[in-house]
């Protein structure tokens, strides 16, 4: 039922019952009209007629499901200008014309209530709509979101094992797993790969963005506070809240291919979405979405070659996916609906490590320990397969009882499996019987959860509106690691690591003992598949959690809101912990209003970064020396004096303020303060100390103890405590005219992450454990600053988009001499740098008419690469000057210009 009321209110309120309509208009249009009550079972369409009725407005259709509401011409309370801009009606194709965000929009994040306006929220949000991302291009979520949200990076990774399918996802300069991701409100479930190569977030996972369609997408809605006591663990930087189409909607088909300035990364996606009435009141709305990609190589002439010739692939990898997304909703009464959403995602990759034996030539003496001239004579570019599975599924119903009480129960599931294997490669102490591929293994995480939330409002003195919300989860996680084949871990045929198996370069292959008869120092052959081994020890672990929750809403009167939410939570490996927000909005005057908050968070280890083990090979100067990944519980951490894991703890401090002096115009600006104490990091390799243990005989015994050659360790741990601050700064305006409409956006953004302490065991240097290297890579491995100027325009049958976006610097150091430890001669370098830069992208698109539209458009049209790496570099010493660009983190990459064609056809 809807009550007589103001008609801007009464349109809020539909568009909180009925989600799959979208209303845009302009609420001082609407200013002194009261809308008729309500009441009864309706078509939406219908509805929304019978509160039009009789009203000087006008419906107009801007695409499916979305509609227009403007004064009539004869009555249009604006200037003239507009009104002409109004009355012609070829100013803007109706069939084609992308709505313009709306100022007074609904939002569902950072609240339960269902009719708070976008502007009205006491923290700060942004909304990237559904149809903004699908004019940038290439059309994956991670790329298109930062490409729109300047707190938002996806960092570009190359030659980094699995980081290189799975990107890390970031806000505000911090590590994946202290983002919380949502779909529809409901958690989303995290990635089973961990990284820990040396890259954004290493040690950390977070959520695979890439494995969810955009064309699934509503929105995206963009919390840029912390927000543990409304969510739960890892909402520490923020918030993201994927909003998924629904209802009935055209079916729509779009095809796109696009390729890079350097004639490479050929780029093909389709999709095809819909939502289809199923009759009884029900409806669902599915998407199916195709990508193939073709790998990008930015690698230069290997200078090893006679001739130099490139042998390295850095660049992006080669992937092909399909995602198959949907979600439903049932009214089984006026007083309850049912709904469920999810999908399965499949993607795989191919890509490259280091170049083995590079400058080796058939019939010359072997170069290399780590490759089979008989097999290879002249090296080989080890190839790494890796695949992603994702499926998730969420079903639930919202129960509406008496006195404006709403009750949401849930249940959801998901599950993401990460298989890697190796394409090309060799296991050295196979010999010329070794397989030049195999399946290194395969990690699973899974995360079941039940959810209980009841909201409503209560009756209070002294306020205007008091909405309360309580509820309930309980959430069980599971981790599993699964062993490779054999070939791709074992040393030699019997896995004996009391043999000794000579390597290509061993000096005296016919000998037996340790040390040739000369006095020459041995060379082993190395374990396992080059570039990743398998996983030769199997893992399967598992934790409950329960939370109890409780929130508060209160309008206090006009002009003041305060918002209040705390939550208990307790965890089966970490125990409890209880955290609380406080914030609040104050208008000042009718342009200017203020926000800000307080707020404790916390983020639990991942049972991943609890359990995740492995071995990596390394060879030592005498002795084949492994290093193991150890996890929580291992007697060599135990040892170290390394205590288990905990929680991570956060606070949090934010105040904003809004203004909005003229119809069409706003402009926010947030700062935000956030201190971590004992955040999660993954340590840098401890080794035993060579010959006599002296003085940690110990560790030296722990490691021996392990078997399987073990020299070296290392792990995850609560390494530090940091502190981010900064702020952001959104200004937009947006107006019809004579020649269309218009929208301009500035959006900018600074980050400073510092690394305030070093945690450690007694005994271990700081320094040891977490290097300056790392440090830096925390602290400005990210950009710190970001600005975003847009401009839409759209008329008649064009629409245009602009796009220039800078990203600020990013500085690294552990591929130099300080940072590995080594010294070169003529090499002098400290750090790298990506430089800062200014990308420019732009998309025009035309309508044809019957639900056809062409679309051309670039990314990066200017063609920006990073600043090159200094001549000479130790990057380039190890690859023959086949890197030109710096390796550990690349904001945007070094694929240089991206151009596209893209079809759109509304069946």
């Excluded at 979520?141 to 699995?162: C, H, I, K, W, Y």
């Excluded at 890259?199 to 995206?220: C, F, H, K, Q, Y």
């Excluded at 060879?619 to 020396?625: E, Q, R, S």
Aim: one cysteine or more; charged letters at 20%; proline letters at 6%.
């Amino acid at each position: 039922m809807l009550p007589s009321q103001p008609l801007s209110d009464a349109l809020l309120a539909y568009a909180a019952q009925v989600p799959e309509v979208r209303l845009v208009f302009r609420p001082e249009q609407l200013a002194n009209l009261t809308s008729v009550a309500v009441a009864g079972h309706f078509e939406p369409i219908t509805a929304l007629e019978m509160l039009l009725a009789g009203q000087p407005l006008r419906k107009r259709e801007l695409e499916p499901n979305t509609y227009l509401l403007e004064p009539l011409p004869a009555v249009a309370r604006v200037p003239s200008t507009a009104a002409a801009a109004i009355t012609r009606r070829d100013s803007v194709s109706e069939d084609t014309a992308v709505p313009l965000p709306v100022i007074e929009e609904l939002v569902t994040i950072g609240t339960r209530s269902r009719t708070r306006k976008l502007l009205q929220s006491t923290v700060p949000i942004d909304i990237v709509h559904g149809y903004s991302l699908a004019r940038s291009a290439p059309a994956s979520l991670g790329e298109q979101l930062q490409n729109q949200a300047p707190s938002f990076n996806f960092s570009r990774t190359m030659v980094s094992d699995g980081a290189d399918l799975v990107r890390p996802a970031t806000m505000r300069g911090m590590n994946p797993d202290q983002l919380l991701v949502m779909i529809n409100g409901k958690r989303r479930h995290h990635q089973a790969q961990i990284n820990i190569q040396q890259v954004v977030g290493r040690g950390s996972s977070g959520v695979d963005m890439n494995a969810i369609p955009t064309v699934m997408l509503e929105r995206v809605e963009v919390l840029r506070d912390g927000a543990s006591a409304l969510y739960g663990s890892d909402a520490i930087a923020g918030v993201l809240n994927l909003v998924l189409r629904s209802g009935q909607q055209d079916p729509e088909l779009n095809v796109q291919y696009g390729e890079t300035h350097e004639g490479d990364g050929q780029s093909l996606i389709s999709s095809l979405a819909g939502g289809f009435d199923m009759g009884s009141d029900a409806s669902a709305f599915i998407a199916l979405e195709m990508q193939e990609r073709a790998a990008t190589n930015r690698a230069a002439p290997d200078q090893r070659f006679d001739p130099a010739r490139v042998s390295m692939r850095i660049g992006d990898t080669e992937q092909q996916s399909w995602n198959l997304f949907g979600n439903g909703q049932w009214a089984l009464s006026e007083q309850v609906e049912v709904y469920g959403f999810g999908g399965s995602a499949r993607r795989e990759g191919l890509s490259a490590g280091f170049y083995r034996g590079a400058g080796a030539r058939a019939g010359q003496a072997p170069v290399s320990a780590r490759y089979i001239p008989a097999l290879d004579p002249e090296g080989f570019l080890p190839l790494q397969s890796t695949r992603t599975e994702d499926d998730s599924l969420a079903v639930g119903a919202v129960i509406e009882l008496p006195d404006d009480w709403t009750v949401d129960v849930s249940s959801s599931w998901g599950e993401n499996r990460f298989i890697q294997g190796t394409d090309y490669s060799v296991n050295v102490s196979l010999g010329e019987q070794s397989p030049t591929s195999a399946t290194n293994g395969e990690l699973k995480y899974s995360q079941l959860q039940h959810a209980l939330v009841a909201s409503g409002l209560v009756e209070a003195p002294g306020v205007e509106e008091l909405l309360v919300t309580a509820g309930a989860e309980w959430r069980r996680e599971k981790y599993q690691i699964t062993t490779g084949e054999f070939a791709s871990y074992a040393y030699g045929p019997d896995d004996d690591f009391s043999l000794f198996i000579p390597s290509p370069i061993d000096p005296c292959p016919s000998e037996t003992g340790l040390i040739c008869a000369d006095g020459q120092s041995r060379s082993r052959a190395q374990a396992g598949m080059q570039a990743y081994p398998g996983y030769r020890l199997p893992v399967s672990d598992q934790r409950d959690s329960m939370a109890w929750f409780v929130e508060a809403e209160l309008a206090v009167d006009e002009r003041l809101a305060i918002a209040m939410a705390s939550r208990w939570e307790s965890f089966g490996d970490v125990g409890r912990t209880l955290n609380g927000k406080l914030s609040l909005r104050f208008q000042l005057s009718r342009a200017l209003m203020l926000r800000g908050g307080v707020a404790s968070g916390f983020r639990a280890p991942g049972i991943n970064q609890r359990s995740f083990t492995h071995v990596i090979t390394n060879i030592g100067p005498d002795v084949l020396t492994n290093t193991l990944h150890a996890a929580e519980g291992s007697e060599v951490l135990a040892v170290l004096g390394l205590a288990p894991l905990t929680a991570e703890r956060s606070r949090h401090a934010s105040v904003g303020a809004i203004w909005q002096p003229v119809p069409g115009f706003s402009l926010s600006l947030d700062s935000f303060h956030i201190e971590v104490a004992d955040a999660i990091a993954l340590s840098d390799v401890i080794a035993a100390e060579p010959g006599a243990c002296v003085p940690n005989c110990a560790f030296s015994e722990a490691l021996a103890a392990q078997g399987n050659n073990i020299g070296a360790v290392q792990f995850m741990y609560n390494a530090m405590d940091t502190l981010t601050a900064g702020f952001d700064l959104v200004a937009r305006y947006q107006w019809r005219h004579a020649w269309g409409q218009t929208q301009l956006s500035l959006l900018g953004h600074y980050n400073r992450t510092q690394v305030v302490a070093l945690h450690g065991p007694d005994g271990i240097a700081t320094g040891e454990l977490y290097s300056d290297s790392q440090v830096l890579l925390t602290e400005q491995g990210q950009p710190r600053r970001r600005v975003l100027l847009s401009a839409d325009w759209q008329y008649a049958s064009w629409a245009t988009s602009v796009r220039l976006n800078r990203f600020g610097s990013v500085k690294t150091s552990y591929f130099t001499e300080a940072g590995l430890g080594v010294d070169l001669p003529e090499v002098d370098e400290t750090v790298h740098k990506s430089g800062s830069a200014w990308l420019l992208d732009a998309d025009i698109s035309y309508s044809f008419g019957g639900g056809f539209s062409v679309s051309l458009g670039g990314n990066n049209l200017l063609n920006t690469y990073p600043e090159p790496l200094a001549k000479p570099s130790l990057l380039g010493q190890i690859s023959g000057d086949s890197f030109v660009y710096p390796w550990e983190s690349s904001p945007y990459g070094i694929n240089g210009a991206f151009y596209y064609a893209r079809a759109v056809y509304r069946l």
